[in-house]
């Protein structure tokens, strides 16, 4: 009965590296979605996708930051060139049906990113 | 712009008393709440929800409460017990949205 799946749980990586985050959504589940958290504050939207398309990036800065959820294999955040900035907890939240049926999201245990 | 908040950012509470966790939200359009649970170094988990033809909702030693006249939601938790020491986060969305949104969250720590 796996949940959510992410990983690395932790990553480290020195500024200009690109990090690259993974998702698996719970089986079944065609709806996913990114979310960053500061320490100590809620999360905040990032970006929503479906099988081979991005639905809502609203919350996803414009430069530096892509996402995608391939018809096969796990969801992956990725964060060029990265800066010191970008250190935070990404979690991944999956759901079986669009975010306005009113269902909940279930998150995975979040990928730890930090740059050195 | 839609906000949710928490009047109360910490709380601590006896083992075996009742705690209430409070948030308020601004957006009159949220129609779906759901309260989470965060434990340290772990992804929220998901405790209760509830829509918004509903003013009250019981799981299993826990209430949320929604008073819509004045955009607030509540937590119980019956006999608090040390398990329950962890980060509750309360989160709106609404039927025409894609995504929640999360308010800051309240710690809430459990003394023996």
């Known amino acids: 009965n796996a949940g959510v799946m992410q990983n690395p749980r932790h990553l480290v990586r020195r500024r200009g590296q690109e990090a690259r985050l993974r998702c698996s959504p719970m089986?079944?589940?065609?709806?996913v979605y990114w979310y960053r958290q500061l320490p100590e504050e809620g999360l905040k939207f990032m970006v929503y996708?479906?099988?081979?398309?991005?639905?809502?990036e609203s919350g996803m800065p414009k430069e530096r930051f892509s996402a995608e959820f391939p018809k096969e294999g796990p969801s992956i955040l990725r964060i060029q060139q990265v800066v010191r900035g970008d250190s935070a907890a990404y979690f991944c939240?999956?759901?079986?049906?669009?975010?306005?049926?009113?269902?909940?999201?279930?998150f995975g245990d979040g990928t730890r990113l930090s740059i050195l | 712009g839609e906000s949710v908040g928490l009047h109360l950012p910490t709380l601590s509470v006896q083992e075996g008393d009742n705690s209430i966790i409070n948030c308020a939200y601004s957006n009159s359009a949220s129609d779906y709440f759901i309260w989470y649970k965060q434990e340290s170094g772990k992804g929220p988990q998901f405790i209760i929800d509830i829509r918004s033809n509903m003013d009250k909702r019981q799981g299993q030693r826990v209430t949320v409460l929604l008073n819509k006249t004045v955009k607030h939601l509540s937590l119980q938790i019956a006999a608090t017990q040390p398990g329950d020491s962890a980060v509750y986060f309360c989160a709106e969305a609404s039927y025409t949205g894609n995504q929640f949104y999360f308010g800051t969250g309240t710690s809430l720590t459990v003394i023996p």
């Open positions: 996708l479906q099988k081979e398309n991005i639905i809502d």
């Open positions: 939240a999956s759901s079986q049906n669009r975010q306005g049926s009113n269902q909940p999201q279930h």
């Open positions: 089986k079944g589940h065609s709806h």
